[in-house]
């Protein structure tokens, strides 16, 4: 009898083990809701997507409605050809700057005054693909060598921040700097900054 009342008291207890696991494995499972792409989410204070939609639209509307870009453009009687080339990272966190130059060459294209050449590792693709095709597609097929077509200015940039804080305070302004060169002259056509990104994060004081 007084084995069964152990064998009885060790189920309960691994009963009540097994149930405390599975809600405390339930209860650390994550949240999840979603939201229209265009909503406006700040959640830690660093650089996010909304970032980069601001940034992207008013330095490259600004660009392209430049007068001296206007004028270049006249002057080639077409359509300018621009290479988005590096945006470097000089802020004090983690930014992928391949999405800043991505988005840039997307508004680029869908303002119809520019067209863009392919730079980076998309046109390493391409050239050693058209290099493949030398060897191992048919000679009235294989993409020819030598034409590609030259970009007329390039667009380069970089991101900064300054931060500024006191207590559980803190202020991160975004400095997001590009330029426009023409390629073959190496004269600058356009820069600017935008500096609309500016935070203010404050966080929970500790409890003593």
């Keep these: 009898m007084e084995k069964k009342k152990v064998m009885d008291r060790c189920m309960g207890l691994l009963i009540g083990v097994v149930l405390m696991t599975f809600i405390s494995a339930c209860s650390s499972n994550p949240k999840v809701s979603r939201v229209d792409a265009g909503t406006q989410t700040d959640l830690s204070g660093y650089w996010n997507d909304t970032d980069v939609r601001i940034v992207c639209d008013s330095l490259i509307k600004g660009c392209l409605d430049s007068p001296r870009v206007l004028q270049a453009t006249a002057q080639l009687g077409r359509l300018p050809r621009v290479l988005v080339?590096?945006?470097?990272?000089?802020?004090?966190?983690?930014?992928?700057?391949?999405?800043?130059?991505?988005?840039?060459?997307?508004?680029?294209?869908?303002?119809?005054?520019?067209?863009?050449?392919?730079?980076?590792?998309?046109?390493?693709?391409?050239?050693?693909?058209?290099?493949?095709?030398?060897?191992?597609?048919?000679?009235?097929?294989?993409?020819?060598?030598?034409?590609?077509?030259?970009?007329?200015?390039?667009?380069?940039?970089?991101?900064?921040?300054?931060?500024?804080?006191?207590?559980?305070?803190?202020?991160?302004?975004?400095?997001?700097?590009?330029?426009?060169?023409?390629?073959?002259?190496?004269?600058?056509?356009?820069?600017?900054?935008?500096?609309?990104?500016?935070?203010?994060?404050?966080?929970?004081?500790?409890?003593?």
């Design 85 to 208: 080339g590096t945006f470097k990272n000089d802020s004090d966190e983690h930014i992928d700057t391949s999405i800043i130059t991505s988005t840039m060459e997307v508004v680029i294209f869908n303002s119809g005054k520019a067209d863009f050449v392919a730079g980076g590792s998309t046109r390493s693709e391409l050239r050693a693909e058209r290099q493949d095709q030398q060897g191992n597609a048919s000679e009235d097929t294989a993409a020819a060598l030598g034409n590609e077509t030259g970009a007329d200015f390039l667009l380069t940039g970089s991101v900064k921040t300054i931060i500024d804080g006191a207590g559980n305070t803190a202020t991160r302004t975004y400095f997001v700097n590009a330029e426009m060169t023409n390629i073959e002259t190496n004269t600058r056509l356009w820069m600017d900054q935008n500096s609309e990104i500016k935070k203010v994060i404050t966080r929970p004081k500790a409890k003593l």
